[in-house]
């Protein structure tokens, strides 16, 4: 019930929500799940692949998120965008939203490289937060694909967002929104360097784990020989 209420506050302005638009707008949202569907399998396909290879998983965790039409309206709103069908399709990237939480730095990258190779994912844009952090520290690989569904009659081609990060980096994001936007509650510049400290110290503990995972691997490579 409420999110039947929350669709027609996303189209107040449009004949008050009739009944096909909110039909097609569930129609919509129903693809954005097919699509993050589709890049979860690809997903967890790669991670057992890489799991018999290395003989361990690269994927901690995988998580999925549609965006709510609260947010979808106000991020329209930001853009200048009238709310449409139309514009949130072709204007919003980030409708369709999977995370995945990796165990290492190196994985992030394996992963988004032998996604990104598969025929049938398109690249539209790429940010490397992790080589480039934000200001505040945070960390993460986020990619902007296509993706293709297959209906009982035709194929649509969708946008996903997907993120890419580590424990450390997941924890890390975490805990800072917790912190950054706790209700009624001002948070100071010296707050601000205390959780960019802390961004340092978990890139820190990635790099070092990651050393550890190369050495850990070397050995058992020698051992093999």
């Known amino acids: 019930m ?24 569930e129609k919509l949202m129903a693809y954005y799940r097919c699509a993050m569907m589709e890049v979860e399998t690809k997903l967890n396909v ?13 994927i901690n965790s995988i998580r999925v998120r549609l965006k709510k039409p609260k947010s979808i309206k106000e991020k329209l709103e930001r853009m200048g965008l009238a709310v449409s069908l139309e514009n ?11 995370r995945v939480v990796c165990s290492f730095p190196e994985d992030v990258y ?10 049938d ?25 296509t993706v293709p569904i297959f209906l009982a009659h035709e194929k649509r081609i969708m946008k996903v967002e997907i993120q890419l990060r580590t424990i450390a980096m997941d924890m890390w994001a975490s805990l800072e929104h917790q912190l950054r936007y706790k209700k009624d509650f001002d948070f100071t510049d010296a707050m601000a360097r205390e959780l960019q400290h802390c961004a340092d110290l978990s890139a820190e503990l990635d790099d070092r784990m990651d050393a550890l995972r190369e050495l850990v691997q070397i050995d058992a490579d020698s051992q093999e020989d």
């Open 121 to 145: 994912i398109t690249l539209l844009e790429r940010k490397d937060y992790i080589k480039k952090p934000k200001a505040n520290g945070y960390r993460s690989l986020h990619l902007i694909i």
């Open 46 to 58: 790669l991670n057992e692949e890489f799991s018999l290879r290395f003989d361990r998983n690269p």
């Open 2 to 25: 409420d999110e039947q209420k929350n669709i027609r506050e996303l189209f107040e302005e449009q004949v008050k929500a009739s009944l096909p638009m909110l039909q097609q707008y």
């Open 88 to 98: 949130i399709e072709e204007g919003l990237h980030d409708v369709a939203g999977v």
């Open 110 to 119: 394996m992963l988004a490289d032998a996604l990104l190779k598969q025929d």
